[in-house]
C-alpha cells in the first residue's frame, strides 16, 4: 500500500470491521460503506419488542480464537458468558435427546451399527486436523460411506436437503467436516456441550467497534451502497455512490463475492467470471417470541415429512436474558419458489410446527413473529473449492476483495470474518 493513509471498505459486516480496526492499529484512515442502515451484515440487531436481538442466530464457541482477542482488545471481554446447552433431535412425531453418547445409544429409530457408524464418524471428524484429503470429495458420498445408507437417511438426508436443496450432491466435505469440529470440540466433555452469547448481544461487539474506528480517525458511512468500483489505467481510482464520485486509491471490499462482481464490470473478463460465478443461497429467518418455552435445547434437529424445515434454534436456552426466544431458518436458493412466499405463509407454520412439537403451547402463547430475508446468506462450497476463488489481491492496483468463502474449510462465522478481515488489513499495508 502506498503512502496514502485513506483507505475505503466496502461492507460493515464483521469482515469489514475487522479490516478497519486492524487498520486503525496500523496508522491508517479506513472508510466504511454500508448498504444497510446499521453496521453488523448478518450479525446485526434489530428492536423486537423492546429487545435489541440478532436479526439471524448467532453464538460463540471455545475455538473462537480470533474473537476472544478482538474482545480483549476491546475492554469487553467480561461481556462473554459461558453456558452448557442441550440438543434435541424431532424424529417419528417425537422429540428426543441429541447430542451425546447416551442420547445416540437411547435414539429411537436406528440399528445399533447405524449408531455405532455416525457415533465413530462424528468422533473422528471432531478429532481429524487435515482436510486436505479430503478435498476432492463430495460431503454426502464422504458422509455416506462412514455412517450407511440408513444413518445418513434418518440423521443427514432432510437437514441437506432442506438447507441446500439441488446443491446437496455437490458439496465439499471439508466444507461440512469443519462444521461437525466447531461444535464437537465447543464441549467440556463428551457429554456437555459448551456455547457462549454476549450480554447484550451482537450489539456490544459491533458498536464497541464503530466507536473506536470513529473516535480513532476513522468513518462508518451507512445507507451508502457502491454503485461502481472506478478503474483506470489498471488501478484503482475510487468509488461511485449515490451518483457522486469518491476518489481512493485503496479499496479493499468484503462484500459477498456475487455482488462486488456486479459493481466492477471493468475487471478482466476471466476474474470477473470467477466472481459472478459464486454461488449465494438466501435465507429466510423467522424469529418468534414466546410467553414460555418451546422445549429445553437449544438445538433442534428436525426430520419430519410434515415440516419443509431441518432444525429451531430455541436462542433463550442459550441467552435467558432476551425471553423465550426461537428462530426457524428456512435456507434456499434465491429462484426458489418459496423465497417469494408472503411473511403470512411461514408465520402460518410456526404456529403448526410449534404446537405439533409442544401440544401445550396455545395460540396466545405465540406473541409475535418477525421474518428477516438475506438474499446472500450462505456461499455455496463446491469440491477443490479453493481452485475457484479468485486472488484476493487483484491484478488492480489497491485493489483487493474477500468474504466469508475465503476461510474456506471454515463455515461462516463472526471470529473467522474477523481474523480474515484484520490479516487482510495486514497484507494490503505490506504490498
Not at 28 to 51: K, N, S
Not at 155 to 182: G, M
Not at 186 to 193: L, P, T
Amino acid at each position: 500500500m502506498n503512502s496514502s493513509k485513506k483507505v475505503a471498505i466496502l461492507g460493515a459486516g464483521p469482515m469489514g470491521l475487522g479490516v478497519a480496526f486492524q487498520l486503525i492499529k496500523e496508522g491508517y484512515q479506513p472508510v466504511l460503506f454500508e448498504a444497510d442502515d446499521r453496521v453488523g451484515g448478518m450479525t446485526a440487531c434489530f428492536d423486537f419488542g423492546g429487545i435489541d436481538i440478532e436479526r439471524y442466530y448467532h453464538f460463540h464457541c471455545t475455538s473462537d480464537v480470533d474473537f476472544f482477542k478482538v474482545l480483549k482488545e476491546l475492554n469487553i471481554d467480561n461481556q462473554l458468558i459461558w453456558i452448557n446447552t442441550k440438543m434435541g433431535y424431532w424424529y417419528n412425531n417425537q422429540l428426543q435427546e441429541w447430542g451425546n453418547p447416551f442420547a445416540l445409544l437411547k435414539f429411537k429409530g436406528l440399528s445399533l451399527i447405524g449408531k455405532f457408524r455416525y457415533g465413530l464418524h462424528a468422533f473422528l471428524s471432531t478429532k481429524r486436523n487435515n482436510w486436505k484429503s479430503l478435498e476432492k470429495i463430495d460431503a454426502r458420498t464422504w458422509i455416506q460411506k462412514w455412517i450407511g445408507q440408513e444413518a445418513y437417511d434418518v440423521l443427514w438426508k432432510n437437514l441437506f436437503e432442506l438447507k441446500f436443496y439441488h446443491y446437496t450432491e455437490n458439496l465439499s466435505a471439508p466444507w461440512i467436516w469443519s462444521r461437525i469440529r466447531r461444535i464437537g470440540r465447543s464441549r467440556e466433555n463428551i457429554f456437555k456441550e459448551k456455547l457462549g452469547y454476549l450480554k447484550g448481544g451482537s450489539n456490544t461487539l459491533l458498536y464497541a467497534l464503530k466507536n473506536y474506528i470513529e473516535k480513532n480517525g476513522g468513518e462508518v458511512n451507512l445507507k451508502s451502497p457502491i454503485e461502481k468500483v472506478i478503474i483506470e489505467n489498471g488501478a484503482v481510482k475510487g468509488l461511485f455512490i449515490h451518483g457522486k464520485r469518491k476518489d481512493f486509491n485503496h479499496v479493499i471490499s468484503t462484500m459477498p463475492l456475487p455482488l462486488f462482481g456486479k459493481i466492477t464490470p471493468d475487471l478482466p473478463d476471466d476474474i470477473l467470471n470467477k466472481f459472478k460465478s459464486k454461488i449465494n443461497i438466501a435465507v429466510i429467518c423467522i424469529i418468534v417470541k414466546l410467553s414460555k418455552p418451546l422445549t429445553e435445547n437449544f438445538w433442534l434437529n428436525i426430520n419430519d415429512p410434515e415440516m419443509d424445515i431441518p432444525g429451531i434454534i430455541e436462542y433463550s436456552n442459550l441467552n435467558p436474558d432476551v425471553g423465550h426466544i426461537a428462530y426457524i431458518p428456512y435456507y434456499m436458493p434465491r429462484e426458489n419458489f418459496k423465497f417469494k412466499d408472503d411473511d403470512s405463509v411461514f408465520k402460518d407454520k410456526v404456529h403448526k410446527y410449534f404446537k405439533r412439537i409442544n401440544p401445550d403451547l396455545r395460540n396466545e402463547d405465540i406473541l409475535d413473529i418477525r421474518v428477516h430475508r438475506y438474499a446472500y446468506a450462505q456461499p455455496i462450497c463446491q469440491p477443490n473449492f479453493m481452485d475457484t476463488l479468485p486472488e484476493e489481491r487483484l491484478p488492480i492496483e489497491g485493489l483487493r476483495a474477500a468474504d466469508t468463502s475465503f476461510y474456506y474449510p471454515e463455515d461462516r462465522g463472526i471470529s473467522e470474518s474477523l481474523g480474515y478481515g484484520r490479516a487482510m488489513a495486514k497484507r494490503a499495508i505490506q504490498s
